[in-house]
């Protein structure tokens, strides 16, 4: 029979059974708000909280989560605490994890081929090494997913992936065909210069990475098809016509795309392209979506944006795009690009857009929901409801406020990372 423990991490104090010795919390009286009685199933975990994000704008006051086989068993009242069970009493708000689209975290720079156009067969699982730091740093920014995906150098990159930061689980072996419509792709060299992050506005015919641009940007080109945007397109409509492996499926609707596109006209091609085709998914780029061109055509094209990550010196007309895009009912999520950026950037791109007036609802969606529906997750994760991955943080406070910090990490209803262990 396992007994339930207290741990003070913060402002948090945690009754954990046998989860907290495992982590070597500190010992403490058995809680009066649990008790473990001989023979429970051990595999269920009760998660009792001052706030229970469930989902965007839906909040439960002293709320009880019950996670059961790793998976979310319901989610009420702390009315319904089954005193029998395991609980864990957080005196602060419980989320579903962060999920980070966009990044190469753990894949050693394996993601990109400078001597093919085309990658349709490439998958991003292959080069996904769980036992890389990245995948700790990222639990301890409450990130519980990451889409890993490769950049915009390939005109089709070939299958991203998303995968747990904990455990080594691959959630989405095969989740959305990388695309590429930006300059970057188009005759490349493995010689070609470049500029670094930060360069000032107007140092490149693409949008600067203070306006959300790309952070590298090819500054001449090599002979490698396609040399062109019209032989980009042309490609591209080729290979979707012949509909062969994961571009007929894409074509069908069975899998998502995500098309990199920076500048106003390679957002209004990605968008037309992929009307054109009948794709669905994301569009990783468009900086400066408040454009009123802009934002009709990617409302019209049903794409979700992946933006991000903002820097300091981040444009205020860049940042204002995820308010117009959510506005339109256009769904946002935000890119991480680990490991150049730091996990804990997520939140901070996070913080930046709802300063320039992003809805809170829209802010938090980027970080959870529509983040799992732009990677093709959303049945398993991105929100607290039953029959979704116990995938969960234990904040101090609220977390789309920087003050805030991540105490426990819970990844398929396991602990995977605590403060006080970190310590």
């Known amino acids: 029979m396992s007994l339930a423990r207290r741990s003070h991490v913060g402002s948090a104090f945690l009754a954990i059974g046998a989860l907290a010795a495992s982590i070597g919390a500190h010992s403490g009286q058995p809680s009066n708000e649990s008790a473990v009685a001989s023979g429970a199933p051990a595999e269920v975990l009760q998660v009792r909280a001052r706030e229970l994000w469930t989902s965007a704008g839906q909040r439960i006051p002293d709320g009880l ?160 098809a396609p040399t062109s945007y019209p032989g980009a397109l042309a490609t591209l409509r080729e290979l979707f016509a012949r509909g062969e492996g994961p571009f007929g499926r894409a074509k069908r609707g069975d899998l998502l795309v995500t098309i990199d596109a920076w500048d106003r006209h390679e957002v209004l091609r990605a968008a037309q392209f992929a009307r054109e085709q009948g794709l669905q998914g994301s569009i990783r780029g468009a900086p400066l979506a408040g454009d009123p061109d802009v934002l009709a055509a990617l409302k019209a094209s049903g794409l979700g944006v992946i933006v991000g990550p903002y820097s300091a010196a981040q444009t205020r007309r860049s940042l204002e795009s995820v308010k117009g895009l959510a506005e339109a009912g256009v769904p946002v999520a935000f890119a991480l690009d680990a490991p150049e950026h730091a996990p804990l950037e997520l939140r901070l791109s996070a913080a930046r857009a709802l300063r320039s007036g992003a809805p809170r609802e829209a802010v938090w969606k980027a970080l959870s929901e529509d983040a799992a529906r732009l990677v093709g997750a959303a049945e398993s994760i991105g929100v607290l409801a039953p029959g979704h991955d116990a995938d969960f943080v234990l904040w101090s406070g609220d977390p789309l406020d920087l003050s805030s910090r991540v105490l426990a990490v819970y990844v398929d209803g396991k602990l995977a990372w605590s403060a006080s262990a970190d310590d």
């Not at 864990?88 to 994890?97: E, F, L, N, P, R």
């Not at 980070?100 to 090494?129: I, K, P, W, Y």
């Not at 990159?157 to 080594?168: H, M």
């Not at 641009?213 to 090819?218: D, K, Y």
Request: with cysteine; net charge neutral.
């Open 65 to 224: 989560l019950v996670v059961s086989d790793g998976r979310i068993r319901s989610v009420g009242s702390a009315r319904d605490v089954d005193r029998a069970l395991p609980l864990v009493w957080h005196d602060g708000v419980v989320t579903a994890g962060l999920i980070a689209c966009r990044t190469q975290s753990g894949t050693a720079d394996e993601l990109q081929d400078d001597t093919r156009t085309v990658m349709g067969a490439a998958r991003g699982v292959h080069a996904f090494e769980p036992a890389s730091r990245d995948f700790q740093r990222a639990l301890a920014a409450g990130i519980t997913s990451m889409a890993i995906a490769p950049g915009p150098a390939n005109l089709v990159g070939g299958l991203t992936c998303v995968v747990k930061t904990a455990g080594g689980r691959v959630l989405e072996p095969e989740a959305t065909l990388a695309l590429s419509l930006t300059g970057t792709a188009l005759g490349r060299s493995t010689t070609q210069g470049g500029f670094s992050f930060g360069n000032a506005e107007g140092a490149s015919a693409l949008p600067g990475p203070a306006e959300g641009g790309p952070e590298s940007a090819r500054g001449t080109r090599g002979t490698r």
